[in-house]
């Protein structure tokens, strides 16, 4: 999608399940910046929970594209206010008066993106529930706009960011990441093997996999000793976006016997369904959404999973069966051997973070917001 002001459409549930927040007035949902292609997590995350929206509510979806990475921050800035005014100016939402408005924001609580939830508000005319799903933190003056204009209800990504903002007198909830359960399923009686000759991968191996970005902070080399154990094939599945030390990170990866798999994956399925046990290594939030969408992925493909204790997997994932955390890099290793010996099923899992789940979450904490009764600001 080219740069610009965004896109809207009108879609709306079956007459049978059409309930809005109120009854006749739709949910407005606005995400920033959002990839035609998406594989980072903010994209596919605000794709898939406005689809699994649609599929409950009537529902206005703008999302806005990319901005250039030429244009200064102060023009970013500038730029992404006029987009939430547009936003809240389209002929449909005005003709149609939305309830509440979604707001998915790309960034933390900073200043710039409160300011917008408040234009929104106003705008609109309809109380914003804002989501963060980056890790999140208040500068002082962020706090300070939180108590002037705050949200009506701010969503983030586990429960010590919910507990500060209610600290900050403001109302909050957690939101996490969700799986499409008939898209990421276990694989078919000899669909693992037919899935490894078809992307080159060795059949009698077992696969150990990672999704997500070749970057240092994703401390990928904790997976080197696995790819080093006889039998075992390490796969990364990385994605199109580059960063100065990438290529260096390919490399010494690939050097060390790690197979990288690079560029945008349209049946990313599919290299879960190949796998034997899905690792998340990173320790670092860097950008990361709380609950990664690749573990829970892993989860709906019934794979076994072993990861750091990162944001919210321990939160929502430490008690669940087939779900491994450990506190060290240097338990990695030897916790995946031991799951390949004898690994869990996790798909039972699956149907409590499926899409639908958390929309229907996020559909009653919408409810729970009152419409305020001005009008939508005019322009005449």
């Not at 965004?6 to 049978?16: C, E, I, M, Q, Y």
């Not at 892993?298 to 072993?306: D, K, M, Q």
């Not at 779900?323 to 869990?344: I, M, N």
Request: with cysteine; glycine share 8%; net charge neutral.
């Amino acid at each position: 999608m080219k740069e610009g002001s965004g896109r809207v459409s009108l879609t709306a549930a079956p007459t049978s399940r059409q309930r809005g927040v109120e009854e006749g007035r739709p949910i407005l949902v606005v995400a920033e910046e959002v990839d035609d292609l998406p594989d980072e997590g903010y994209d596919r995350f605000s794709t898939e929970l406005a689809a699994a929206l649609v599929r409950r509510r009537q529902v206005l979806v703008h999302f806005t594209p990319q901005i250039g990475s030429h244009r200064s921050l102060v023009a970013k800035v500038v730029a992404r206010l006029g987009r939430a005014w547009r936003a809240a100016r389209q002929p449909d939402v005005r003709r149609l008066r939305p309830a509440v408005v979604l707001y998915m924001s790309v960034h933390p609580a900073t200043v710039p993106a409160l300011l917008r939830a408040a234009l929104l508000r106003r705008v609109a005319g309809a109380p914003v529930a804002m989501m963060i799903i980056q890790p999140n933190s208040f500068s002082a003056l962020g706090r300070w706009l939180l108590k002037v204009v705050p949200p009506d209800l701010l969503l983030v990504g586990t429960d010590p960011e919910c507990q500060e903002a209610r600290r900050l007198g403001v109302n909050s909830g957690v939101i996490w990441s969700g799986v499409d359960t008939e898209r990421f399923r276990p694989p078919e009686a000899g669909e693992k093997e037919e899935l490894r000759r078809q992307y080159g991968l060795p059949v009698g191996d077992q696969i150990v996999m990672h999704v997500g970005h070749l970057r240092e902070s994703r401390n990928l080399r904790a997976l080197v000793p696995l790819a080093a154990t006889p039998g075992v094939t390490v796969v990364v599945v990385a994605s199109r976006r580059t960063w100065p030390e990438t290529e260096d990170l390919r490399r010494e990866l690939e050097a060390k016997g790690v197979r990288v798999l690079d560029g945008y994956q349209p049946r990313i399925e599919e290299l879960y369904r190949l796998a034997d046990c899905y690792v998340f290594p990173c320790t670092e939030a860097d950008h990361a959404i709380a609950l990664p969408l690749s573990v829970v992925e892993a989860i709906g493909s019934g794979l076994p999973v072993v990861a750091m204790r990162f944001r919210a997997l321990p939160e929502r994932l430490s008690a669940m069966p087939g779900v491994e955390l450990v506190d060290t890099p240097d338990e990695l290793p030897g916790r995946v051997l031991a799951v390949l010996r004898s690994p869990g099923d996790t798909r039972p899992l699956a149907a409590a973070l499926s899409w639908d789940s958390v929309a229907e979450l996020v559909c009653e904490m919408l409810e729970g917001l009152e419409t305020p009764r001005r009008p939508a600001v005019s322009t005449g």
